[in-house]
Nanobody
Framework: VQLQAFGGGLVQAGGYLRLSCAASGSTFSSYDMGWYRQAPGQQRELVATIRSGGSSAYADSVKGRFTISRDNAKNTVYLQMNSLKPEDTAVYYC?????????????????WGQGTQLTVSS
């Protein structure tokens, strides 16, 4: 699976931006997708997830401001970000998991996009 994230940029506080992540492969609709972010000197943190069935969940820090969505026909997941704050500044990564099989067992394998930089100026 290859993930290509884009849409980052420089935005003023209070502004908005939409990130996109295009996935390769024919099974996109069957798997959960997520967005993570990593600020300088910080650990990568989960921002939002969307299940294959469409249900979503958000970190408390972005709840009410960010919306994750997916277009299965385009193999794309989006992150609409409104009311942006300087603390949202980070590199944003899209993520998914796929099983890989070893003998009689299967394990989750993580796949990451290359990251797209969001900078929110105050």
């Amino acid at each position: 699976v290859q993930l290509q994230a884009f849409g980052g940029g420089l935005v003023q506080a209070g502004g908005y931006l939409r990130l996109s992540c295009a996935a390769s492969g024919s099974t996109f609709s069957s798997y959960d997708m997520g967005w993570y972010r990593q600020a300088p000197g910080q650990q990568r943190e989960l921002v939002a997830t969307i299940r294959s069935g469409g249900s979503s969940a958000y970190a408390d820090s972005v709840k009410g401001r960010f919306t994750i969505s997916r277009d299965n026909a385009k193999n794309t997941v989006y992150l609409q970000m409104n009311s942006l704050k300087p603390e949202d500044t980070a590199v944003y990564y899209c993520h998914t998991q796929r099983p890989y099989y070893k003998g009689a067992f299967h394990y989750p394998r993580d796949y990451w996009g290359q990251g797209t930089q969001l900078t929110v100026s105050s």
